[in-house]
């Protein structure tokens, strides 16, 4: 199935790679069908999740646990029931990241965790309200 994504032109996915949002990104609930695509080289730790059904809609993602180590929190049953999760070490976690002009400043959005069922291709974005994680913690420290 061929996409066009504004970031990386016309490209070639897997349908049966889609996963599909419960909710839609926070912002833009009209669009559910995503896709991860590399985004970099192809062993970088972040990738672009890319909106199928619009083109100039995609987040990079990556998993918070590569720069913040102690992120945890808890997830509630409705959000595992969302995802048709039965055990919590089936849900990957990752993190919309934001790209300023200066690339060292990148910040990721640990308020807003995307929880994926990987096996189901099912996803929700969630939003923690423990104020020790905030939408904007640095990637790489000062």
Do not use: C
């Not at 990738?47 to 918070?64: C, K, R, Y």
């Amino acid at each position: 199935m061929k996409i066009v994504s504004g970031r990386l032109g016309e490209i070639d996915i897997d349908p049966a790679k889609i996963i599909t949002l419960t909710e839609g990104v926070i912002g833009f609930p009209s669009y559910k069908r995503y896709v991860f695509l590399p985004f970099m080289e192809q062993d970088a730790p972040f990738e672009l999740f890319q909106a199928v059904d619009h083109g100039n809609l995609g987040f990079i993602t990556v998993s918070p646990f590569l720069f913040a180590p102690d992120y945890q929190f808890e997830l509630s049953d409705p959000d595992l029931e969302a995802i048709q999760v039965t055990s919590q070490k089936d849900v990957t976690v990752k993190v919309l990241v934001t790209i300023p002009e200066d690339p060292k400043k990148m910040t990721a959005n640990l308020q807003g965790p995307l929880l994926i069922n990987e096996n189901r291709l099912l996803a929700i974005q969630i939003v923690l309200h423990d104020p020790k994680w905030n939408t904007k913690h640095p990637i790489f420290p000062e």
